[in-house]
C-alpha cells in the first residue's frame, strides 16, 4: 500500500494534445400527452424528442460528449435539467445536471449545453431528468463502450462479429429498462408528493418495460396500443442484457422464465461471473447479465416477470410489470397482448420476502487495482455520518432532516451555487462543524483533496411507522460499499467493521433495514470514496420523493481547486 495517499493514481487524466472524437445530441424537450399502458386515458408527461423512453445514447470511452438540451416553450411552463447518472464528470462538475447546484434551471424557450468527457468508464449507464418528477418521463440509457468496433458491433443487428467488452465476450446485446407510470400529470404528481396530503402511496399504476405495459389485458385502449414489450433473440446464442433500474419509486425483483442469468456488471463495474437466480432492481441501478439462449423453435416466447421487493403492503408478482423473451430469426411486428399466466411461472426464483442485501455480499470484481488495494485498505482521514430523519414540517408537509439540519435553496435564480463559490460570491466555507464538516455559509459538507472519506448512510422508522431501504447515488464518484450493521451506528463501537470481503465498486448503494428492538434507527451502511474529484457533488438517496423531501446533501470537495478544475471543450 502507498505510504502517501498522494501515491494513488487518480482518475480523471487526459491528454491535453490528443484529438478525442466528439458526439452532439439534440434533446428536445416538450410537453406532451402520452400512454404507456394502453390505458383508457393519456395524461402530460414532459419527453425527450417526444420519446419514452428517451433516445438512447450510444458512445465510446474517452469521447467528448455534448447534450444540446431545447426545452420548449410550446404549451409547456416547467423548467427542464437532465442528470447523466453514473458518469463521473472530472473536469465537468457544470455539466452534472443539478439545478440551483452545477447550473440554472433550463427555463421554458431556453436551450443549455451540456459537454463532458468520459474518462476511464464503460458500461451502462442512463440520464434522467433531475428536477421535480419527470425523471418518471425524461430518462433515456446512455451506453460507454471500450472501442468504436464494440459499438458498431452491438448496434448494427446484422453485425457477425462477436462483442469483447470488459473481458466477456457475446453475440449480441439488448437494453431493457424499467420505469413507473402512474395515472396523473407529471404536474399533478409533483404537487401531490409536496403537499401535505401526501403519506406515501402504493405506488405506480403501471410498471414499464421499454415503456410498454398493458394496465388491464381485459379492458384496453386499442388504438396506439403496443402490448407488452418484446425481446427477440435468436437461439444458441449469447446475449448481454444490460437492465437499468430508471424506477422512481419502488424496489423489483425480475426474473426470465427458464433462463439462467450470469451477472457480469454492476453500476458499469464489471464483476467476477455470477449466478443469479433473479435481479434486485433499486432506483438507479444498472447490472448486465448474460443469458444462453436455448435452441428453441421459431417463435417460443418465455415471460420476462417483475415481483414487488420491499413493498410495505403487497406481495408476490406485479400487476402488469411483465414483458417476452420471443425467439424469432426475422423480424416480426405481431404484438403481444396476452399477461403471462401467473400459475405457470416460478416461484422459485424471487421469494415473496425481499432478502436483505440480495447478493451483494457474494459480488467481487473482476480486476482489483493497486488503487482499489490502497483506497480499501487505507485509514479514512473522516466519517460522515448521515443520520436522516423523515419530520412533518410546520405546514404539515414532509422533510427531512440530515444531522438535524434541513437544508435550504441552493444558488439563486441568476447564479448556481458552482458559480457563486467559483466567483467568490459567498465567500469562504468558514468554520465548519467538527462533526461532519458542515459548512453553514455554502450549506455543503467539505473534504479536502486525494482523501479518503468514509460515508454512513443511516436509516430511522418513518413516522408512520415502517422501515424502509434507501438507495444512496453518490455524484461524480463511485464507491466502495465496506460495512453495514443494525440499528444504530455508533462510531466508536462500528468504526473497524469490514464485513464485505471484496468491496465493489458503485455509484449506488441500498442502506437496508436492520431493526433493533426499542430504538428507531433501523440499520445503516458504509460506503468508501476517494477525493479526487473537485467539485459540488450531490449525494441523495434515489427514492424521487424523498430526494424532493431533501434527503439530499452536497459535498464541496477541494473549495480552493474548483475554479481552476473546470476544463473547456
Same mark, same amino acid.
Given at each position: 500500500?502507498?505510504?502517501?495517499?498522494?501515491?494513488?493514481?487518480?482518475?480523471?487524466?487526459?491528454?491535453?494534445?490528443?484529438?478525442?472524437?466528439?458526439?452532439?445530441?439534440?434533446?428536445?424537450?416538450?410537453?406532451?400527452?402520452?400512454?404507456?399502458? @394502453?390505458?383508457?386515458?393519456?395524461?402530460?408527461?414532459?419527453?425527450?424528442?417526444?420519446?419514452?423512453?428517451?433516445?438512447?445514447?450510444?458512445?465510446?470511452?474517452?469521447?467528448?460528449?455534448?447534450?444540446? !438540451?431545447?426545452?420548449?416553450?410550446?404549451?409547456?411552463?416547467?423548467?427542464?435539467? !437532465?442528470?447523466?447518472?453514473? !458518469?463521473?464528470?472530472?473536469?465537468?462538475?457544470?455539466?452534472?445536471?443539478?439545478?440551483?447546484?452545477?447550473?440554472?434551471?433550463?427555463?421554458?424557450?431556453?436551450?443549455?449545453t451540456q459537454q463532458f468527457q468520459v474518462l476511464e468508464q464503460?458500461?451502462?449507464?442512463?440520464?434522467?431528468?433531475?428536477?421535480?418528477?419527470?425523471?418518471?418521463?425524461?430518462?433515456?440509457?446512455?451506453?460507454?463502450?471500450?472501442?468504436?468496433?464494440?459499438?458498431?458491433?452491438?448496434?448494427?443487428?446484422?453485425?457477425?462479429?462477436?462483442?469483447?467488452?470488459?473481458?466477456?465476450?457475446?453475440?449480441?446485446?439488448?437494453?431493457?429498462?424499467?420505469?413507473?407510470?402512474?395515472?396523473?400529470?407529471?404536474?399533478?404528481?409533483?404537487?401531490?408528493?409536496?403537499?401535505?396530503?401526501?403519506?406515501?402511496?402504493?405506488?405506480?399504476?403501471?410498471?414499464?418495460?421499454?415503456?410498454?405495459?398493458?394496465?388491464? +389485458?381485459?379492458?384496453?385502449?386499442?388504438?396506439?396500443?403496443?402490448?407488452?414489450?418484446?425481446?427477440?433473440?435468436?437461439?444458441?446464442?449469447?446475449?448481454?442484457?444490460? !437492465?437499468?433500474?430508471?424506477?422512481?419509486?419502488?424496489?423489483?425483483?425480475?426474473?426470465?422464465?427458464?433462463?439462467?442469468?450470469?451477472?457480469?456488471?454492476?453500476?458499469?463495474?464489471?464483476?467476477?461471473?455470477?449466478?443469479?437466480?433473479?435481479?434486485?432492481?433499486?432506483?438507479?441501478?444498472?447490472?448486465?447479465?448474460?443469458?444462453?439462449?436455448?435452441?428453441?423453435?421459431?417463435?417460443?416466447?418465455?415471460?420476462?416477470? +417483475?415481483?414487488?421487493?420491499?413493498?410495505?403492503?403487497?406481495?408476490?408478482?406485479?400487476?402488469?410489470?411483465?414483458?417476452?423473451?420471443?425467439?424469432?430469426k426475422r423480424p416480426r411486428s405481431a404484438r403481444i397482448m396476452?399477461?403471462?399466466?401467473?400459475?405457470?411461472?416460478?416461484?422459485?426464483?424471487?421469494?415473496?420476502?425481499?432478502?436483505?442485501?440480495?447478493?451483494?455480499?457474494?459480488?467481487?470484481?473482476?480486476?482489483?487495482?493497486?488503487?482499489?488495494?490502497?483506497?480499501?485498505?487505507?485509514?479514512?482521514?473522516?466519517?460522515?455520518?448521515?443520520?436522516?430523519?423523515?419530520?412533518?414540517?410546520?405546514?404539515?408537509?414532509?422533510?427531512?432532516?440530515?444531522?438535524?439540519?434541513?437544508?435550504?435553496?441552493?444558488?439563486?435564480?441568476?447564479?448556481?451555487?458552482?458559480?457563486?463559490?467559483?466567483?467568490?460570491?459567498?465567500?469562504?466555507?468558514?468554520?465548519?462543524?467538527?462533526?461532519?464538516?458542515?459548512?453553514?455559509?455554502?450549506?455543503?459538507?467539505?473534504?479536502?483533496?486525494?482523501?479518503?472519506?468514509?460515508?454512513?448512510?443511516?436509516?430511522?422508522?418513518?413516522?408512520?411507522?415502517?422501515?424502509?431501504?434507501?438507495?444512496?447515488?453518490?455524484?461524480?464518484?463511485?464507491?466502495?460499499?465496506?460495512?453495514?450493521?443494525?440499528?444504530?451506528?455508533q462510531h466508536e463501537v462500528h468504526k473497524d467493521i469490514r464485513?464485505?470481503? +471484496?468491496?465493489?465498486?458503485?455509484?449506488?448503494?441500498?442502506?437496508?433495514?436492520?431493526?433493533?428492538?426499542?430504538?428507531?434507527? @433501523?440499520?445503516?451502511?458504509?460506503?468508501?470514496?476517494? +477525493?479526487?474529484?473537485?467539485?459540488?457533488?450531490?449525494?441523495?438517496?434515489?427514492?424521487?420523493?424523498?430526494?424532493?423531501?431533501?434527503?439530499?446533501?452536497?459535498?464541496?470537495?477541494?473549495?480552493?481547486?474548483?475554479?481552476?478544475?473546470?476544463?473547456?471543450?
Amino acid at each position: 500500500m502507498p505510504e502517501n495517499l498522494q501515491e494513488i493514481k487518480p482518475l480523471g487524466l487526459y491528454d491535453s494534445n490528443a484529438v478525442y472524437n466528439k458526439r452532439t445530441f439534440d434533446f428536445h424537450l416538450s410537453l406532451d400527452y402520452h400512454n404507456s399502458d @394502453c390505458f383508457s386515458e393519456s395524461y402530460p408527461q414532459i419527453l425527450v424528442n417526444h420519446q419514452h423512453p428517451s433516445p438512447a445514447i450510444h458512445v465510446v470511452k474517452n469521447d467528448i460528449v455534448r447534450f444540446r !438540451i431545447h426545452n420548449s416553450r410550446v404549451n409547456n411552463n416547467q423548467s427542464a435539467a !437532465i442528470h447523466i447518472h453514473g !458518469i463521473r464528470q472530472y473536469g465537468s462538475n457544470d455539466a452534472d445536471g443539478v439545478p440551483g447546484v452545477t447550473q440554472l434551471e433550463i427555463l421554458p424557450g431556453h436551450e443549455f449545453t451540456q459537454q463532458f468527457q468520459v474518462l476511464e468508464q464503460t458500461g451502462t449507464y442512463y440520464y434522467h431528468a433531475h428536477i421535480g418528477v419527470q425523471d418518471d418521463s425524461v430518462q433515456g440509457p446512455f451506453i460507454v463502450y471500450e472501442n468504436e468496433a464494440s459499438l458498431l458491433a452491438a448496434t448494427s443487428r446484422s453485425s457477425s462479429f462477436r462483442i469483447s467488452e470488459g473481458g466477456y465476450e457475446y453475440d449480441e446485446e439488448r437494453i431493457l429498462q424499467w420505469s413507473e407510470y402512474w395515472h396523473q400529470s407529471g404536474y399533478d404528481r409533483h404537487e401531490y408528493v409536496m403537499s401535505k396530503d401526501f403519506v406515501g402511496d402504493e405506488g405506480p399504476d403501471s410498471i414499464l418495460l421499454n415503456g410498454k405495459t398493458i394496465y388491464d +389485458t381485459q379492458s384496453y385502449t386499442e388504438e396506439g396500443c403496443e402490448g407488452f414489450s418484446v425481446i427477440d433473440v435468436e437461439p444458441n446464442r449469447i446475449y448481454r442484457f444490460r !437492465i437499468i433500474s430508471s424506477l422512481t419509486f419502488r424496489f423489483l425483483g425480475m426474473f426470465i422464465q427458464d433462463h439462467d442469468m450470469v451477472l457480469i456488471e454492476v453500476d458499469g463495474e464489471y464483476i467476477k461471473p455470477h449466478d443469479i437466480k433473479h435481479l434486485e432492481m433499486a432506483p438507479g441501478q444498472r447490472m448486465s447479465i448474460l443469458v444462453q439462449t436455448g435452441d428453441y423453435p421459431d417463435g417460443t416466447l418465455f415471460p420476462i416477470a +417483475t415481483k414487488y421487493m420491499w413493498h410495505p403492503n403487497k406481495r408476490g408478482f406485479t400487476n402488469n410489470g411483465y414483458g417476452y423473451l420471443r425467439y424469432s430469426k426475422r423480424p416480426r411486428s405481431a404484438r403481444i397482448m396476452k399477461k403471462p399466466d401467473i400459475a405457470f411461472l416460478s416461484n422459485e426464483n424471487i421469494p415473496d420476502e425481499a432478502v436483505s442485501g440480495w447478493v451483494t455480499h457474494g459480488m467481487e470484481p473482476l480486476v482489483v487495482t493497486e488503487r482499489d488495494k490502497a483506497i480499501v485498505e487505507g485509514k479514512a482521514s473522516r466519517t460522515i455520518h448521515l443520520d436522516t430523519m423523515s419530520v412533518l414540517v410546520p405546514n404539515s408537509t414532509r422533510s427531512f432532516e440530515i444531522n438535524g439540519r434541513m437544508h435550504g435553496i441552493w444558488g439563486t435564480s441568476s447564479t448556481s451555487l458552482l458559480d457563486q463559490i467559483s466567483n467568490g460570491l459567498l465567500g469562504p466555507v468558514g468554520s465548519l462543524d467538527p462533526k461532519d464538516n458542515y459548512s453553514s455559509n455554502h450549506q455543503t459538507y467539505v473534504v479536502g483533496h486525494n482523501e479518503i472519506i468514509d460515508f454512513v448512510f443511516q436509516n430511522h422508522f418513518a413516522p408512520e411507522g415502517a422501515c424502509v431501504p434507501h438507495p444512496w447515488h453518490t455524484h461524480g464518484y463511485s464507491h466502495y460499499l465496506i460495512a453495514e450493521g443494525s440499528g444504530l451506528y455508533q462510531h466508536e463501537v462500528h468504526k473497524d467493521i469490514r464485513n464485505f470481503e +471484496t468491496p465493489v465498486l458503485k455509484d449506488v448503494t441500498i442502506s437496508y433495514p436492520a431493526v433493533e428492538q426499542g430504538i428507531t434507527a @433501523c440499520g445503516w451502511a458504509k460506503v468508501r470514496i476517494f +477525493t479526487d474529484n473537485p467539485g459540488l457533488w450531490a449525494i441523495h438517496c434515489h427514492l424521487t420523493m424523498h430526494m424532493l423531501h431533501k434527503k439530499m446533501i452536497v459535498l464541496e470537495v477541494a473549495p480552493d481547486m474548483i475554479s481552476s478544475s473546470r476544463r473547456s471543450f
